[in-house]
């Protein structure tokens, strides 16, 4: 049996990371069918209750056990220099990480200067592989620039000693190209290789009942809206704005959450309290759906796919629009959104969230909503060819181990 772990996910709270973590299960499986996969989250008691593949567990990624095994493994790594017996360096929660043959980081974003409060997270959390010599795969992701000097340090001193290192876009690329590293690839996120089961389906279905005008999906980001508020940009009230704008002009439109933790109020992968407080300034209208209740990745692509049009600031939103050939308007504030629309030929739907106001996401969405079936057909198109080459990472990820 082949043992993988995941880190860098969760199932609860950014449905992003879910999406990750369940595409390179369900594509890793069919593969190997014998392979064994633990998921080292951040929320381990929420992503238990979660759960749904019988290959599969969770383990505590918690930024507490974390720190935890990062002196067990110092301490094995000390133990293997000193040539201590086996028994003695892998203790505790280490043995299950001393299984792994290959460890697959999908954080998705890392080692980008702005975000060193994560940066050490990002370090420790795989430190257990490096001392036990496990073999490491960041998981396409966006990663640089390398500006800061502690991110520089830490990316000089950690990637090189990768054994792959994805890189999201071109961009990325250049980012990682100026560290000289030779262990770099590009593929695109592995969330477009995610497959939607029928139960999903029946949710969306269920939520999103079919209709004949056109249906316009709103997602808010918490983290768009914090840096929104640092610049005195108004960002709930634009989209309030383009909202009504649309309800006026007869077409339907759905608001959901992409992040979600049910029963927290914390807004750490949690845009629930966002949404409740859009909502309240909203007006009350037949043809305004509003989605209060956390869905899992799956149902969300299925929800995303019944959209004419989809306005969001969650990465993995947008990447599920792509993957079911729904176009999208998205608000940033990284260069992996700029990236991933790239690969379509759409980066001038694109807005910057310091850029952003009621005339740039209405110009944008009426530009796309004239020109929709084309851009479908042209999505869906490049989808195909992106899912095609998905599978050379999926089996070059096959011949990965110690």
Not at 223 to 233: A, D, E, P, S
Request: charged fraction near 20%; aromatic fraction near 10%.
């Amino acid at each position: 049996m082949k043992y993988y772990l995941i880190s860098g996910v969760a199932l609860s709270g950014n449905k992003g990371a879910s999406g990750m973590a369940e595409a390179l299960i369900q594509n890793l499986s069919v593969r190997e069918p014998e392979a064994f996969f633990r998921i080292f989250s951040y929320y381990p008691r929420a992503d238990q209750a979660q759960l749904r593949y019988p290959n599969a567990e969770i383990i505590d990624g918690s930024p507490k056990r974390v720190v935890f095994l990062f002196f067990l493994s110092c301490w094995a790594f000390l133990a293997q220099f000193l040539h201590l017996p086996k028994r003695c360096c892998v203790i505790g929660p280490l043995k299950k990480i001393a299984e792994t043959d290959c460890w697959l980081d999908a954080s998705g974003i890392s080692f980008v200067d702005g975000r060193e409060k994560f940066l050490i997270y990002n370090v420790l959390s795989v430190f257990p592989a490096l001392a036990l010599n496990c073999p490491i795969v960041k998981v396409a992701q966006a990663m640089g620039p390398f500006h800061n000097p502690l991110n520089r340090i830490c990316a000089k001193l950690f990637l090189p000693r990768f054994r792959l290192i994805v890189a999201r876009g071109a961009k990325t690329r250049n980012y990682l190209d100026s560290l000289n590293l030779n262990n770099t690839m590009n593929f695109s996120d592995a969330a477009f290789s995610l497959h939607c089961t029928e139960a999903d389906r029946q949710t969306a279905d269920r939520l999103l009942p079919d209709c004949d005008g056109i249906t316009i999906g709103i997602s808010p980001s918490q983290v768009v809206w914090k840096l929104c508020k640092k610049q005195n940009i108004p960002y709930l009230e634009i989209l309030n704005a383009s909202v009504r704008f649309w309800l006026n002009a007869g077409y339907r439109c759905v608001v959901f959450p992409h992040s979600a933790r049910t029963g927290s109020r914390k807004t750490h992968n949690n845009d629930l309290p966002l949404l409740c407080r859009f909502v309240s300034i909203l007006p009350e209208h037949p043809s305004l759906i509003v989605i209060k209740q956390e869905l899992s990745a799956g149902e969300l692509r299925a929800l995303i796919a019944k959209l004419d049009l989809l306005t969001a600031s969650r990465f993995h939103a947008v990447i599920s629009a792509m993957a079911t050939g729904v176009p999208a308007l998205v608000i940033g504030w990284s260069h992996k959104y700029a990236e991933v629309l790239a690969q379509f030929g759409l980066e001038q739907f694109v807005i910057r969230y310091s850029d952003l106001s009621r005339e740039t996401v209405l110009e944008n969405t009426g530009e796309i909503l004239r020109n929709r079936e084309k851009l479908h057909t042209e999505i869906l198109r490049n989808t195909a060819q992106i899912i095609h080459k998905n599978e050379d990472f999926f089996h070059l990820v096959t011949r990965i181990r110690r």
